[in-house]
């Protein structure tokens, strides 16, 4: 060509070729080729070609090699040639002996060992030079082509005789049908690349970096026609150690680099262009590409897809590996992808500056974000386009190399962490996970390229791009995604919900967490997510397009954003007239779909906390301090959340909201959820169906914690959030909604959830003593508040304070007792004597406020809840203690219900404060009999039942107000068939009960024979304090026949026949026995006649032994005494005496005179 300043300005038309398989045969066309060819040999004058268009460097070679003849005949044929014969008959075939264009094909395409003489060598450079240097070359194009060319009009345009119109014709080969004009284009292209110094300007441009770079010779003879390929392959390789700013590498002129690209763009529809890359591969597309048929650069495509397979050969491979840089530089280079999407770059306008190869248009990565940004908007991208693009994302994840920010960033982790790691994207997954931290700290600039690099190939949007990932994966895939569509973006999703299950592999678990990490720092790579909230991004946190990022909005907050306003809408709602729905109208809070989306990476966020960008960032520093040794999934932050108050500011923030919003969502707690999932399927799938379930699921797993569904796991997860609640109120969100109100009016400045629930509990309980008018507690937070007190009363950790001051003890007496179900609680009342004075206190208080609000009783609820819902379904909560009692002994009554209120009972007669129907009842009684023993007592210690064993004496003495003494009488009734209802006979006769009545008080069923033993024996009682005790049992039962249970079931019989009338109480009924013992007229039962006589006996023996203490004492013993009568009759007949004396003797004292009294 005469001139080439035209093709430059064509590139990115040349870079859509449309390569023609080369047609061996001799046929018209070739034919035609091959006489004009022959022609052009000879100059107008028949001489020799001018050394004028022959380079100086040829020029010498042709003195040196064999010269062409002065006069060619119109068949002149290079076979014929003396210094080429040997070789062509040796090399070619022979059908391609006449046709010289063949002969040129056949020589040029052999290997470069086979030997071709030098002459023939030089022969065969000066033939091609003359080709394609004749202006009267276009002769031949303007006859085979010339109806193409009248449709093409540029070309059509072209002044002929300038060598624009072959340099046109090859520009536009895409377009030209005429399958014989194809054909010369296809072979003068051929030949034309064959070797650097014939493509048209090359030389000129590259010659100064050609001899700096010493990339080879320049002259003739210096290196055999083949090599010629190496010579752009070396500039090619500088122009990456460039871009790579490899040490020492050098700067290209700007003229070479657009020759050195646009030959690379010339050659990209058929790999025989390339000629380095073609004999450095030649085995190769043998071996892994035998039957792809040239052209349209699919060769290169089957060659880069076999790049990392074992067999192979390392020079092809570096060979590919250089063109595909190129390509990252220019997508122009590939011819297929320039091609597919030639319509698509123009129509969404991704190739402004067609005349700048190399700007930044230009670049893979630039077209890749350009159309993927079209794709993620919904708009319109071929398939075709889309495929090609797939191939070159998969291209970028396979080799980083590829990526020039990569390899200059990230040079020093590559050598550290990463070397020897090359093939199938090895290397990127290793700086993926030195960028999580896993292997040290990272650069900022390679974490950088990193991102923007998982941006440009877009493996969220097609796992497969991720060829580590996809092999890791696949078993995986196989069995717990085959109901997705391969390729689908919700495979990735389907991954991190089984990770960490027993589907799950350790390889893909490795490879889908460093993918993740990147994935969830840019909300855009999650395509579903894109998807649905762009518009509600664009409308709530001022997001761009797809590929555009701003300083304002980082991609890591547009995800905060979104999530903040999907937990809103109750929030918001509540606050609007309309409520929830009005906020949405309003456009405050997310779309239902996006919400979705927004809970589902939240979900798999929890799984991991490197996942959530936030939370790493402000708690590296914690992260390290307290969780390094946490390494299970899930344990970091739990760890976080356990340290919360000691996390510095920023970081217990982000910690703060996280658990804010779990405890909106616990379901975003996905092994939680994994954990749990017997028990949802169970008693929870109602409220496990809710998009956003407000708080009601995880109160549902505290209320079904102890089913059998429940596994360790679960009851693990769901007790830690529960103690993780109550370091703030806020965590709690069932609570927080329903209270916060009325926590800022009557708990300001307080923030954990049990004081505030102390708080709100102690306003409730004051405003119902003091029956105020009007509660100050509203109704909601009173219904929330119930719930809250139950559950904190189920595990004694729920209560910081109680489990502060009783660890000591909880280790040394409750050491083998689970957590949960209050049974460390139930462990520590059992064991109340042996407590420390601290926790001795605390669970004093805790009984207190139990037996005033039994429904805070866990034990006593869970244990007696279907015995509850049979009697006491319209018993208040209040008194659902004292409905279980008097239904104690019936019949239907659950014997673990029964031995529980036991318990109760027994507690309750510890201390008159632990009965408040007592407390109340007995008002006035305790401070008028018992004020010693009050004077004496402390705030937070039992009285160890001394005012009711006083209370119980009064009553003997008929001393009690009315409601009083029901009281006591049902206290004594209890406690005559229970002696553990007696803690001071208990206290008192331990050792007795122990010696003396050890049968009886083995009995599973206690029905008085412990007391009735103890009355039997009280001869053989040693000690003082239990003789008293047994003695006032006497006492007391002289008072009421019901205290004394044994002799009460003797006489049954008799008391209906002969006291039926007698009213209980008092004694009246005792009275009625003893008058009818007495009375030899009524005939008792022989076991009641017998009772009555062993009660007299021991009557008289505690009058022996327990002489009355005071005139009051004196009374009570001669109104109850056998012999009232006798006793009652003497004493009157003594005083009468006395009278009647008093009547006959007269005075017996000296009257005094009334002088006397006056002085």
């Known amino acids: 060509m005469a001139d080439c300043i035209r093709v430059p300005l064509l590139l990115l038309l040349m870079c859509i070729l449309s390569a023609v398989h080369h047609t061996r045969g001799d046929n018209s066309v070739v034919s035609r080729l091959t006489g004009n060819a022959d022609n052009l040999q000879q100059n107008p004058a028949g001489g020799p070609v001018p050394a004028a268009v022959i380079p100086v460097a040829a020029e010498r070679s042709l003195v040196a090699g064999a010269s062409l003849p002065r006069r060619r005949s119109a068949g002149w044929k290079l076979a014929e040639e003396a210094v080429c014969k040997e070789d062509l008959t040796r ?8 046709n010289n264009l063949a002969v040129l094909e056949c020589l040029q395409d052999k290997k470069e060992e086979t030997e071709i003489a030098a002459e023939c060598n030089h022969l065969l450079w000066n033939y091609k030079l003359n080709l394609t240097t004749d202006p009267k070359f276009e002769s031949v194009a303007v006859e085979v082509c010339k109806t193409i060319i009248s449709e093409i009009k540029e070309c059509a345009a072209e002044e002929l005789g300038k060598g624009f119109l072959v340099s046109c014709l090859v520009d536009h080969r895409s377009n030209i049908s005429d399958y014989q004009c194809n054909q010369y284009i296809t072979k003068m292209t051929s030949i034309v690349f ?10 000129d441009q590259c010659r100064e970096d050609i001899n700096t770079l010493r990339c080879g010779s320049i002259s003739t003879g210096e290196k055999d026609v083949h090599s010629q390929g190496e010579v752009i392959a070396c500039l090619e390789k500088g122009l990456v150690r460039e871009a790579e700013e490899q040490a020492g590498a050098h700067t290209i002129k700007e003229d070479c680099k657009k020759a050195i690209m646009r030959v690379a763009e010339l050659s990209s529809d058929d790999f025989h262009l390339d000629r380095y890359l073609y004999f450095a591969c030649r085995e190769d597309r043998e071996r892994f590409c035998e039957n792809t048929l040239a052209g349209e650069g699919r060769v290169y495509k089957c060659l880069f897809n076999h790049k990392f397979e074992e067999a192979m050969t390392e020079r092809c491979r570096e060979a590919l590996t250089t063109r595909q840089k190129l390509i990252a530089q220019d997508y122009k280079v590939s011819y297929s992808l320039a091609k597919a999407c030639k319509s698509d770059l123009r129509k969404y306008r991704c190739s402004v500056d067609t005349n700048m190869p190399r700007a930044r248009e230009a670049r893979l990565s630039y077209l890749l974000l350009c159309l993927e940004s079209a794709v993620h908007r919904g708009r319109v991208v071929s398939g075709e ?14 080799d980083f190399s590829l990526s020039p920010e990569i390899v200059l960033q990230c040079r020093s982790e590559i050598e550290g962490h990463c070397s020897g790691l090359h093939r199938k994207g090895r290397t990127l997954h290793c700086l993926m996970r030195v960028g999580r931290g896993d292997m040290g700290a990272i650069d900022p600039n390679c974490q950088r390229a990193l991102q923007t690099l998982i941006q440009e190939a877009d493996p969220g949007a097609d796992y497969r791009i991720d060829r580590a990932l996809n092999e890791a994966c696949e078993s995986v895939i196989q069995t717990a995604c085959k109901h997705i569509r391969n390729g689908d973006p919700m495979i990735l999703s389907c991954l991190m919900e089984h990770l960490y299950t027993e589907k799950m592999v350790e390889d893909c678990e490795h490879r889908l967490l460093e993918l993740q990490y990147f994935i969830a720092r840019d909300w855009k790579l999650d395509p579903v997510l894109y998807k649905k909230c762009q518009g509600d991004a664009a409308r709530l946190c001022h997001t761009h397009g797809w590929n555009e990022t701003s300083e304002m909005m980082p991609p890591g907050a547009i995800f905060s954003c979104l999530y903040r306003h999907a937990y809103r809408s109750v929030e918001q709602g509540r606050r609007l007239p309309g409520g929830p729905a009005e906020a949405e109208n309003q456009g405050f809070t997310l779309s239902r779909d996006c919400k979705v989306e927004v809970q589902r990476i939240l979900h798999q966020r929890a799984l991991d906390v490197k996942l959530d960008p936030e939370l790493q960032k ?7 301090k307290w969780c390094s040794e946490k390494t299970e999934a899930g344990q970091e932050l739990e760890c976080l959340q356990d340290h919360l108050e000691d996390l510095v500011s920023n970081c217990r923030d ?5 658990t804010e919003l779990e405890s909106e969502d616990i379901q975003i707690e996905a092994l939680l959820m994994r954990a749990c999932e017997p028990v949802i399927q169970a008693h929870c799938h109602e409220v496990a169906d809710n998009q956003i379930d407000t708080g009601d699921l995880m109160e549902c797993l505290v209320q079904n914690k102890h089913q059998k569904e429940m596994n360790e796991k679960c009851a693990v997860g769901v007790t830690h959030f529960q103690l993780i609640q109550i370091k703030d109120f806020r965590f709690s969100y069932k609570f927080k909604t329903a209270c916060k109100e009325d926590v800022l009016k009557l708990c300001p400045n307080i923030k954990k959830k049990v004081d505030v629930v102390i708080c709100l509990s102690t306003t409730v309980r004051n405003d119902t003593l003091q029956e105020a008018k009007e509660q100050r507690v509203s109704v909601k937070c009173r219904k929330q508040l119930r719930v809250e007190e139950v559950e904190m009363s189920e595990d004694i950790r729920l209560e910081p304070e109680l489990y502060d001051s009783c660890k000591q003890d909880i280790t040394r007496l409750c050491q083998n007792v689970a957590y949960g179900n209050a049974q460390v609680i139930e462990c520590l009342k059992e064991n109340k004597r042996q407590l420390t004075s601290r926790c001795h206190q605390r669970i004093f208080k805790l009984q207190e406020v139990e037996m005033v609000d039994p429904e805070l009783d866990y034990q006593l609820m869970r244990v007696c809840k279907h015995m509850i819902r049979r009697f006491c379904t319209e018993s208040e909560g209040k008194n659902v203690l004292q409905c279980l009692k008097q239904n104690k002994n019936g019949e239907l009554m659950d014997p673990k219900c029964k031995q529980m209120i036991t318990k109760r009972q027994i507690t309750q007669n510890t201390d008159y404060r632990l009965n408040p129907v007592l407390r109340k009842a007995c008002k006035a009684d305790i401070p008028k009999f018992c004020q010693p023993i009050l004077n004496k007592a402390t705030a937070d210690s039992e009285l160890e039942g001394q005012v009711i064993s006083c209370l119980k004496l009064k009553y003997a003495d008929q001393r009690l107000s009315t409601d009083c003494e029901d009281q006591i009488r ?15 006979l208990q206290i008192h006769c331990t050792q007795e009960i122990s010696s003396l009545c050890p049968e009886e008080a083995a009995a599973q069923e206690q029905t008085g024979q412990v007391e009735e033993c103890l009355k039997v024996n009280l001869l053989k009682i040693k000690q003082d304090p239990c003789k008293k005790e047994v003695l006032n049992m006497l006492k007391e039962s002289k008072a009421d026949i019901f205290v004394d249970p044994v002799l009460h079931t003797a006489c049954a019989l008799d008391i209906k026949h002969h006291c039926a009338a007698i009213p209980p109480g008092r004694g009246r009924q005792m009275s009625c026995l003893m008058e009818s013992l007495q009375d030899k007229r009524i005939r008792l039962q022989p076991e009641c006649k017998k009772r009555l006589q062993d009660r007299i006996d021991m009557w008289s023996y505690a009058a022996k032994v327990a002489p009355a203490e005071g005139f009051s004492d004196l009374a009570m013993q001669v109104m109850t005494s056998p012999s009232k009568n006798y006793i009652l009759t003497m004493i009157g007949a003594g005083v009468a005496v006395l009278f009647l004396m008093g009547l006959l003797c007269g005075r017996f004292t000296k009257r005094v005179t009334q002088e006397l009294k006056d002085r």
């Open 654 to 658: 982000v910690v703060g909201n996280l």
């Open 618 to 624: 402000r708690c590296l520093t914690d992260l390290g």
């Open 194 to 203: 064959s070797d650097y110094r014939l493509i048209c300007g090359f030389m």
């Open 970 to 984: 049902v206290i004594l009734q209890e406690s005559a068939l229970d002696y553990r209802l007696d803690l001071q």
């Open 91 to 98: 090399l070619c075939p022979k059908h391609s002996w006449n």
């Open 385 to 398: 386009c889309q495929g090609e693009m797939m191939d070159y994302r998969r291209m970028l994840m396979e």
